[in-house]
């Protein structure tokens, strides 16, 4: 088992920046890609994000390519999503998740998941 926890989130204006960290415990952090995804009210869960067990190979949606970044500490187990422009429609509760295979982009692809933490962007 795996242990996610996702922190960081909040209300920001449109234009504004959060960090996301998600710290993992349990069984090897570093043996996991890890995944972010976000839902908006009404909407179905989404790909965000996602990293390498390493480190060295990252992955974006289209929807946030250029405005955030994902990053990795093995040896502090924790993942982060620096979120940069934000916009109103990135606004949604942020999960965090650990995949056995990196390049899985889909919710049912992924092996654990934190119980999200919700951001905010108002305009």
């Known amino acids: 088992q795996v242990q996610l926890v996702e922190s960081g989130g909040g209300l920001v204006q449109a234009g504004g920046s959060l960090r996301l960290s998600c710290a993992a415990s349990g069984r090897s952090f570093s043996n996991y890609a890890m995944v972010w995804f976000r839902q908006a009210p009404g909407a179905e869960r989404e790909f965000v994000s996602a990293i390498s067990w390493s480190g060295g190979s990252t992955k974006y949606a289209d929807s946030v390519k250029g405005r955030f970044t994902i990053s990795r500490d093995n040896a502090k187990n924790t993942v982060y999503l620096q979120m940069g422009s934000l916009k109103p429609e990135d606004t949604g509760v942020y999960y965090c998740?650990?995949?056995?295979?990196?390049?899985?982009?889909?919710?049912?692809?992924?092996?654990?998941w934190g119980k999200g933490t919700l951001v905010t962007v108002s305009s």
């Open positions: 998740a650990a995949s056995g295979v990196f390049g899985v982009d889909y919710p049912g692809g992924m092996d654990f």
